[in-house]
């Protein structure tokens, strides 16, 4: 089992950054596929980004490229989603998702075997 808990939410103003975070634990961060999805209320929920634990492979929405950066600090089994020009459209439930995998490519919530509680954001305009 992997264990997966989120931190970083909170509120900002448009056009502002935060820093989301989720530390994995339980089994070796290895050969994780480890994305970040987020849910809005009435939406349905989507990938932002991914990395993948043993190559540093990331992957990105076409509605966060150049604005999100994943990163992942494998010493502390832990990756990180830096979200840049914040827009009220971003307002939503975040969730960090893992899969035991050699690729990454997938988008699909149900290709995610764990999850995290999910850490709110809130951006005001």
């Known amino acids: 089992q992997v264990q997966l808990v989120e931190s970083g939410g909170g509120s900002v103003q448009a056009g502002g950054s935060l820093r989301l975070s989720c530390t994995a634990s339980g089994n070796t961060y290895s050969r994780l596929c480890m994305g970040w999805f987020r849910q809005a209320p009435g939406k349905e929920r989507e990938r932002l980004a991914a990395?993948?634990?043993?190559?540093?492979?990331?992957y990105y929405a076409d509605s966060v490229k150049g604005r999100f950066t994943v990163s992942q600090d494998n010493a502390k089994s832990t990756v990180y989603l830096q979200m840049n020009s914040l827009k009220p459209e971003a307002t939503a439930m975040y969730y960090c998702?893992?899969?035991?995998?050699?690729?990454?490519?997938?988008?699909?919530?149900?290709?995610?075997?764990?999850w995290g509680q999910g850490t709110q954001v809130t951006v005001s305009s």
């Open positions: 990395i993948y634990s043993g190559g540093g492979n990331t």
């Open positions: 998702a893992a899969r035991r995998t050699s690729v990454c490519f997938l988008r699909r919530g149900a290709d995610y075997n764990y």
